[in-house]
């Protein structure tokens, strides 16, 4: 079992639908989590950053972490075309040198 | 904005020969890491350094070799390319502080190993 599970999709939604991208994990001990986006044939862009559980809004996009059920959210409002892209989840435990664990993303089409 | 780039965004190279990917950051970072990212594997570190001369091993280290000669700038070496080394190959750095859990990836190289 993958230490951070993600389903891989592809996602399609119509444009302006609230999208939902979801993460498990089963190290208890992780506690920063962030979310990149990635564009194809593109690095990895940095879209959101948590520290343990709770909400973080930034314009049409919420992050939510329940550290209980060791689940993660990547909430989207209003989505767009141009949000097509992959979204990964990553997360630390803030030991050991501060890896991150990723998961292997999920691909998320935006249709006109 | 923190800036990472990488020499080459396409490369295709025969088997056996050496293929050198450099990555270079703009913000004064200590930490540097290279991956691969391959489909339904995800993204897997190879290696990463967390000062000039220093490096430690990844996941997945074989078959690959690194150099960090000046801050700035970090090298991944295939000392002799094989086919099943093909793959979008991904720098990142990470500063400190308050900022320290957050890495910040470069372009990507998507290499090809004819």
């Known amino acids: 079992q993958k230490e951070v599970e993600q389903d891989p999709g592809p996602l399609s939604v119509p444009e302006g639908a609230i999208v939902s991208l979801n993460c498990t994990y089963s190290n208890s001990a992780f506690q920063y989590f962030m979310w990149y986006r990635q564009y194809s044939r593109k690095g990895p862009e940095l879209l959101m950053y948590?520290?343990?559980?709770g909400n973080k809004e930034d314009g049409r996009f919420t992050a939510q972490v329940d550290k209980s059920s060791k689940y993660i959210s990547l909430f989207i409002r209003d989505s767009q075309p141009s949000d097509s892209a992959t979204y990964l989840c990553a997360m630390s435990d803030g030991n050991a040198g501060n890896m991150l664990t990723f998961g292997g993303g999920t691909r998320l089409m935006v249709k006109p | 904005d923190v800036k990472v780039t990488q020499s080459s965004r396409y490369l295709v190279k025969r088997t056996g020969e050496k293929v050198f990917l450099e990555c270079v950051q703009d913000m004064d970072h200590e930490n540097m890491f290279w991956y691969r990212q391959d489909p339904g594997l995800g993204l897997r570190l190879i290696y990463f350094?967390?000062?000039?001369?220093?490096?430690e091993k990844g996941d997945i280290p074989e078959g690959y070799s690194v150099s960090r000669e000046k801050k700035e700038r970090f090298s991944l070496i295939l000392e002799s390319a094989s086919t099943n080394q093909t793959s979008m190959y991904l720098c990142?750095?990470?500063?400190?502080?308050?900022?320290?859990?957050?890495?910040?990836f470069g372009p990507g190289t998507r290499l090809l190993v004819l």
């Open positions: 350094s967390y000062d000039v001369k220093m490096k």
């Open positions: 948590t520290y343990s559980s």
């Open positions: 990142a750095s990470r500063g400190g502080g308050q900022d320290q859990e957050t890495q910040y």
